[in-house]
């Protein structure tokens, strides 16, 4: 039986750094599930494994892609499902490590194939949001899909827009597309969720943006200014700097509002990784009761 381990958490928790340890204590590889690490333009405002990380463990899925392409959670599982036989014949656990929950579901549970949007109508809902805020969201999605109005996180734009986008591109609600059918995998996950307490958890977030303030997000995000409407972009790190270029903010005020986006988009996938009560929780350090813990599994089955 071959073992996919999954190593998520919140942002700043230190995913990297304990994945790399239990994947050296078996002697495997890591595919990485964070879907911003996998733009070749940008490793230092997604945290993405150094080289020399990379060297210590091989990691696969990190800057394979350019930012202009096109990529989504079903492009992804495909991808993993189809590359992960081939780690499977040098060892039957393998390692995945990010914090995009939605990525890691498609891999682990299956994603239905959602068309993609035609860029036209993607910049119709945008403007709709920058224009008319949430609640025109909230009133297009209730006539279009009301049986998803009545389930989707009403405070998240995010979500309002992916539905409201795939309503205009099929014709269709959004529910009648969105199956959630569970698929057959020929692996077991076994998820694994890092915390620690808030106050640590948020020192850390301040100490990694300073960081990477050090190591030259600044200019990183200059260059990709031109493609700041591309959905890769708008993201914690970037979009706030773009806000400064731009001469909205100040640059003091784009690094603390990175800071403050950044913790609640750690809080944001806290709530995601909860929803789901098959992750065992630990703290990052303690990659000797979390190998334990995947022997144990890995005998259960």
Same mark, same amino acid.
């Given at each position: 039986?071959?073992?996919?381990?999954?190593?998520?958490?919140?942002?700043?928790?230190?995913?990297?750094?304990?994945?790399?340890?239990?994947?050296?204590?078996?002697?495997? =590889?890591? &595919?990485? $599930?964070?879907?911003?690490?996998?733009? /070749?333009?940008? @490793?230092?405002?997604? %945290?993405?494994?150094?080289?020399?990380?990379?060297?210590?463990?091989?990691?696969?899925?990190?800057?394979?892609?350019?930012?202009?392409?096109?990529?989504?959670?079903?492009?992804?599982?495909?991808?993993?499902?189809?590359?992960?036989?081939?780690?499977?014949?040098?060892?039957?656990?393998?390692?995945?490590?990010?914090?995009?929950?939605?990525?890691?579901?498609?891999?682990?549970?299956?994603?239905?194939?959602?068309?993609?949007?035609?860029?036209?109508?993607?910049?119709?809902?945008?403007?709709?949001?920058?224009? =008319?805020? &949430?609640? $025109?969201?909230?009133?297009?999605?209730? /006539?279009?899909? @009301?049986?998803?109005? %009545?389930?989707?996180?009403?405070?998240?734009?995010?979500?309002?827009?992916?539905?409201?986008?795939?309503?205009?591109?099929?014709?269709?609600?959004?529910?009648?597309?969105?199956?959630?059918?569970?698929?057959?995998?020929?692996?077991?996950?076994?998820?694994?969720?890092?915390?620690?307490?808030?106050?640590?958890?948020?020192?850390?977030?301040?100490?990694?943006?300073?960081?990477?303030?050090?190591?030259?997000?600044?200019?990183?995000?200059?260059?990709?200014?031109?493609?700041?409407?591309?959905?890769?972009?708008?993201?914690?790190?970037?979009?706030?700097?773009?806000?400064?270029?731009?001469?909205?903010?100040?640059?003091?005020?784009?690094?603390?509002?990175?800071?403050?986006?950044?913790?609640?988009?750690?809080?944001?996938?806290?709530?995601?990784?909860?929803?789901?009560?098959?992750?065992?929780?630990?703290?990052?350090?303690?990659?000797?009761?979390?190998?334990?813990?995947?022997?144990?599994?890995?005998?259960?089955?």
């Amino acid at each position: 039986m071959n073992f996919l381990v999954v190593i998520t958490g919140p942002t700043g928790v230190g995913k990297t750094k304990t994945a790399i340890e239990i994947a050296q204590h078996f002697s495997t =590889e890591i &595919i990485s $599930s964070d879907s911003r690490q996998f733009y /070749k333009e940008i @490793p230092i405002g997604t %945290a993405a494994p150094t080289p020399y990380e990379q060297k210590q463990v091989p990691h696969h899925f990190v800057g394979h892609l350019s930012i202009q392409d096109t990529y989504n959670a079903y492009s992804f599982q495909n991808d993993v499902i189809q590359y992960i036989p081939s780690l499977f014949k040098k060892n039957n656990i393998v390692i995945m490590c990010g914090g995009s929950g939605m990525y890691i579901d498609a891999v682990c549970k299956g994603i239905d194939n959602i068309p993609d949007i035609e860029p036209e109508i993607r910049q119709k809902v945008i403007e709709q949001h920058q224009n =008319e805020g &949430i609640a $025109s969201l909230r009133t297009t999605l209730k /006539k279009l899909d @009301p049986d998803y109005y %009545a389930i989707v996180d009403l405070k998240n734009p995010a979500r309002l827009m992916r539905a409201i986008e795939v309503c205009f591109q099929t014709g269709k609600p959004y529910t009648s597309v969105r199956k959630n059918t569970q698929q057959k995998r020929d692996f077991v996950c076994i998820p694994i969720a890092l915390s620690m307490p808030r106050n640590e958890l948020y020192t850390n977030i301040h100490t990694r943006t300073d960081k990477m303030i050090a190591q030259g997000l600044e200019d990183e995000a200059r260059a990709m200014l031109p493609y700041k409407n591309h959905t890769a972009l708008k993201t914690v790190g970037y979009k706030e700097f773009f806000a400064y270029f731009e001469g909205k903010t100040s640059r003091n005020f784009a690094i603390e509002k990175i800071k403050q986006n950044s913790r609640n988009y750690a809080k944001r996938q806290i709530s995601w990784i909860k929803r789901n009560d098959e992750y065992a929780w630990f703290l990052p350090q303690e990659t000797a009761s979390i190998i334990s813990h995947i022997t144990a599994r890995s005998k259960e089955v």
